[in-house]
């Protein structure tokens, strides 16, 4: 299960405050994230992006509930991304609660899930 998103604003995951463009604190932990925040497994990607549909394949497969936002009708998106790997557009980049994953494998999505968003899994994945 999956819902397409285009640029709402409600449904935006935190940008870093570095203010310089960069993310702030440790690499894949965006600061100021707070429990009234919208939570789930959001999925930035691009239209043609092997690397993307690989991931978004085995989300399906595995029945884990995702945003999928794609970084080529959103800037503000495609600046989320940037901030979070180093200034590229590097696809596909997951959120998840505080955590950030750039070209992650399924098994790091589920083990982020299951603390971040147990709600996404599917129940015989929770643990």
Not at 15 to 20: C, F, H, N
Not at 53 to 68: V, Y
Not at 92 to 120: F, K, W
Request: include cysteine; hydrophobic fraction near 40%; charged fraction near 20%.
């Amino acid at each position: 299960m999956f819902v397409e998103s285009f640029g709402s604003e409600r449904n935006r995951p935190p940008k870093p405050s570095a203010g310089d463009g960069k993310p702030a604190g440790p690499p894949g932990v965006l600061q100021g994230v707070t429990s009234a925040e919208p939570s789930g497994v959001v999925v930035y990607w691009r239209p043609r992006c092997p690397f993307c549909f690989a991931l978004l394949r085995r989300l399906e497969r595995r029945g884990i509930a995702h945003r999928r936002v794609n970084i080529w009708q959103d800037r503000d998106a495609a600046a989320v991304v940037r901030a979070l790997a180093g200034g590229n557009e590097t696809v596909p980049t997951v959120v998840i609660g505080p955590v950030s994953l750039v070209n992650p494998s399924v098994r790091a999505v589920i083990e982020a899930a299951a603390t971040y968003a147990p709600h996404a899994l599917p129940p015989a994945t929770r643990t």
